[in-house]
């Protein structure tokens, strides 16, 4: 086991899960992830493997078949995961949003239906905010539910699915005006559906088109796609709880644990790309030694390994603080934050390390150049986190009288 990014006061079981994961991650991921992402394959033979696992359920309560483990012990099986290929950790996290959002906020009837099938892998999650005209504004988005006899009628575009194609359960947020009258703030009438749907691409039930994937410099192999509703008929029992102008907040609370998913990965590729980094260095001749004898090569291994270790710690905080109940949104927003900042950095200096080789196909750092910014954007952007940092602070240190 490596020095770095060690996690203290993990009991038995929780080493032996991260054990496990990080066996499967150098057997199963490390070996073939260079060749799927180039090719922008969908890793089936992978995502098979962590269902085995059990990694669907891994916070799904034990009565719905889950092994109700921790946001930490996710968080920390996440950063396994990125460290082999970040991509699949994608594949897990939104599937994992949707499982938490059920079961924090759906209705009995909802999570008897969903959750024993998603802690198989059977049912499979995806979660949906975004709009081709949107992004972090969450407040305007524009797609509608219409209520209908006992149906809601659904109409709009979304953007940025992640598993878009694959999963069989979208949780999507529209407006949703019914009782709510005019002048009701934005966040107040919104309302998250739950939409099923066949996997693939095309028209994949009456009223609900996924057009296909978006074609993206990195985060390849999972598929992210529009959702284009046009007349979609949704029953009333699909809205996550059973009451409209819940959505907001229901979303909120799931992106919340989204963050420190985020920095769960920010961490995991970081970790990797110093491993290529620190090992590269002892193996690259200069001058007539090894380059990591070369003091400006140390000092780089130096900040590196203090950004991991500093990462890792704040992400664990978070994942933590969540655990006990707690408000975590700053606590996630700084975690995030620092976590895909720094993952940037660490990702870069491996890269000079490499020297020209960082720039051909042929060694892994140049997959992780690739996918480093999509932890400065996703979950919102580092802009968005310093906002809610921000607010968060003076709510913390208001001047009293």
């Known amino acids: 086991m490596a020095r770095l990014a060690q996690t203290a006061g993990l009991t038995d079981i929780q080493q032996e899960i991260l054990s496990t994961v990080r066996d499967f991650v150098d057997k199963e991921i490390i070996p073939v992830a260079t060749e799927l992402e180039h090719r922008d394959e969908y890793?089936?033979?992978?995502?098979?493997?962590?269902?085995?696992?059990?990694?669907?359920?891994?916070?799904?309560?034990?009565?719905?078949?889950?092994?109700?483990?921790?946001?930490?012990?996710?968080?920390?099986?996440?950063?396994?995961?990125?460290?082999?290929?970040?991509?699949?950790?994608?594949?897990?996290?939104?599937?994992?949003?949707?499982?938490?959002?059920?079961?924090?906020?759906?209705?009995?009837?909802?999570?008897?239906?969903?959750l024993p099938r998603m802690a198989l892998g059977e049912v499979r999650g995806a979660f949906s905010m975004s709009e081709p005209g949107l992004g972090s504004d969450v407040s305007a988005i524009t797609s509608k539910a219409v209520k209908d006899g006992d149906q809601y009628v659904l109409n709009g575009q979304k953007m940025w699915l992640t598993n878009g194609g694959s999963s069989t359960l979208v949780a999507v947020l529209v407006r949703s005006d019914e009782g709510h009258p005019e002048g009701t703030a934005p966040h107040k009438s919104m309302t998250t559906f739950l939409v099923e749907k066949e996997p693939g691409f095309g028209e994949v039930r009456p009223g609900l088109t996924i057009p296909g994937k978006i074609d993206k410099m990195g985060y390849k192999g999972v598929d992210t796609t529009e959702l284009i509703m046009d007349g979609l008929?949704?029953?009333?029992?699909?809205?996550?709880?059973?009451?409209?102008?819940?959505?907001?907040?229901?979303?909120?609370?799931?992106?919340?644990?989204?963050?420190?998913?985020?920095?769960?990965?920010?961490?995991?590729?970081?970790?990797?790309?110093?491993?290529?980094?620190?090992?590269?260095?002892?193996?690259?001749?200069?001058?007539?030694?090894?380059?990591?004898?070369?003091?400006?090569?140390?000092?780089?291994?130096?900040?590196?390994?203090?950004?991991?270790?500093?990462?890792?710690?704040?992400?664990?905080?978070?994942?933590?603080?969540?655990?006990?109940?707690?408000?975590?949104?700053?606590?996630?927003?700084?975690?995030?934050?620092?976590?895909?900042?720094?993952?940037?950095?660490?990702?870069?200096?491996?890269?000079?390390?490499?020297?020209?080789?960082?720039?051909?196909?042929?060694y892994e750092i140049e997959r992780l150049y690739r996918e480093a910014p999509m932890l400065l954007i996703g979950e919102g952007t580092a802009e968005i986190q310093k906002m809610i940092i921000g607010r968060r602070l003076l709510e913390e240190y208001r001047l009293q009288g």
């Not at 889950?66 to 994608?90: D, F, K, N």
């Open 233 to 362: 008929r949704i029953p009333a029992n699909r809205v996550l709880g059973g009451t409209t102008g819940r959505g907001f907040y229901q979303m909120m609370d799931g992106v919340e644990v989204g963050r420190v998913n985020v920095a769960a990965r920010g961490c995991g590729v970081a970790q990797r790309a110093f491993e290529l980094g620190v090992s590269y260095a002892q193996q690259r001749h200069t001058f007539g030694k090894p380059i990591a004898q070369h003091q400006a090569i140390q000092f780089k291994l130096a900040e590196m390994a203090t950004k991991v270790e500093a990462a890792h710690a704040m992400m664990v905080n978070a994942a933590r603080k969540k655990d006990s109940g707690e408000r975590n949104d700053l606590e996630a927003g700084m975690a995030k934050y620092l976590a895909s900042e720094y993952c940037k950095e660490v990702v870069e200096d491996a890269f000079r390390i490499h020297g020209g080789y960082g720039f051909s196909k042929e």
């Open 43 to 114: 890793p089936q033979q992978i995502v098979d493997g962590l269902k085995e696992l059990g990694l669907f359920g891994l916070m799904i309560p034990e009565e719905y078949g889950g092994l109700g483990e921790s946001l930490l012990t996710y968080a920390l099986c996440v950063e396994e995961i990125a460290r082999g290929w970040m991509s699949v950790s994608g594949i897990i996290n939104t599937h994992f949003i949707v499982a938490y959002m059920l079961k924090q906020h759906g209705t009995q009837e909802q999570k008897d239906y969903f």
